[in-house]
DNA sequence: GGAATCATGTGAT
DNA sequence: ATCACATGATTCC
């Protein structure tokens, strides 16, 4: 396997504005208890504030203060809805049947054959390339029945992606094709995109049980939470937790199965594979969608 | 309260 | 068999 392809240099349009946007969500996440001001992180960036503020609201859809409050605890408890109703449960209903805009990217998902999980990826092309996100640079990877990955990477860090990737499926063969994998970036990082008449293939090659435990986080819609004790409930293992944990983290198509939208029971944000800053990012970013 | 500790299911080696 | 976990509950100070 070879990598060696270049990424456009273009790849993160108006310079490093993930980077800034990134620096201010940790500063706000770190701080969020004293409530830093606009003004206040704008010194710290040396940057003008007006100009962060445009910035981060271009990228965010919500303005760093909204933000703020984004991140806060009380927010993300807010989110576990914890006001008496099975969440997964309800979101099943309302998101495969409903008219409802509760549920968010439409995804129709084929899970793989035990056989073919067992192959490693024995057999299957995979087509990849990576593309500009605002989560940073996006690794995009497509058998022809659907996407199948889905990684993130800070700029110049794409072989590392690549290679956590391509490790999941080592015996597969992976084709540089950008222009293929062009339209599912696209489509998954623009929201007014997802419908329903035309929903997104995607293919799910991990074990039964991590395929059962993703297609539970599926069933969270946008804006809302779940702790991993909730998902080892819904798939009927409720001492599982732990196990979910590990399942969850081992999602190939992070954000299109929502694994960012899985906390702590307290509402904590726990671990994320791509950096927890990012998790913080993806959750900001959906409330300013919602 | 908060840190240390343990019980725990699954998958990888 | 054994180990590592994106956890959660319990038990100490």
Redesign the pocket.
Known sequence: MNITTSVPTDITPHGSDYETVSRVVEILTEDYRDQPSLDAIARQLGQSPTQLQKTFTRWAGLSPKAFLQAVTLDHAKRLLGREGMPLLETSYELGLSGPGRLHDLFVTHEAMSPGEWKARGAGLTIRYGFHPSPFGVALVMATDRGLAGLAFNDAGQEKASFEDMAGRWPNALFVEDSATTAGYAARIFNSDRWRPDEPLRVVLIG????IRVWQALLKIPMGKAV???DVACDIG?P?????V?????R?PI?FVVP??R?L??GGTL????WGLTRKRAMLGWEAGKA
């Not at 074990?207 to 991590?210: A, K, P, T, V």
């Not at 726990?270 to 594979?273: C, E, F, I, N």
Request: charged letters at 10%; one cysteine or more.
């Open positions: 074990s039964d049980f991590q702790t991993y004790s293992q001492t599982a937790s732990r196990a944990g590990a399942a969850v983290g999602n992070s694994c960012h899985a702590g029971k726990t671990g994320y594979h």
